[in-house]
């Protein structure tokens, strides 16, 4: 299974970005699918997941601001960003669980991960 993420970039507070991830691999649909992110000298932590049931799980920090869903037909999971702020700035890596059990928010609990894409949000 491999993840590509892209769609990050550089924008200003209150601006939108929407993240894709490409994943292959035909099991890989049934995954449970999230993103994580890195933010400059902190550690790794959950945004948004989302099960094959559609089902979406959100930080309280994005919630309200963020959006994931999939396209199956195109093997693409997506993060809408809106009204991006400064502290959204972060490394965006998507990732997928195919295991059963374990948390979605926990990212060792994840089997497989995308490269990271870098969104910067200036004030």
């Known amino acids: 299974v491999q993840l590509q993420a892209s769609g990050g970039g550089l924008v200003q507070a209150g601006a939108s970005l929407r993240l894709s991830c490409a994943y292959s691999?035909?099991?890989?649909?049934?995954?449970?699918k999230g993103w994580f992110r890195r933010a400059p000298g902190k550690e790794r932590e959950f945004v948004a997941a989302?099960?094959?049931?559609?089902?979406?799980y959100y930080a309280q920090s994005v919630k309200g601001r963020f959006t994931i869903s999939t396209d199956n037909a195109k093997n693409t999971v997506y993060l809408q960003m809106n009204n991006l702020k400064p502290e959204d700035t972060a490394v965006y890596y998507c990732?997928?669980?195919?295991?059963?059990?374990?948390?979605?928010?926990?990212?060792?609990?994840?089997?497989?991960w995308g490269q990271g894409t870098l969104v910067t949000v200036s004030s």
């Open positions: 691999g035909r099991t890989f649909g049934n995954a449970l």
């Open positions: 990732a997928g669980r195919i295991r059963t059990g374990g948390d979605y928010y926990v990212s060792d609990h994840y089997d497989f």
């Open positions: 989302i099960r094959a049931s559609n089902t979406p």
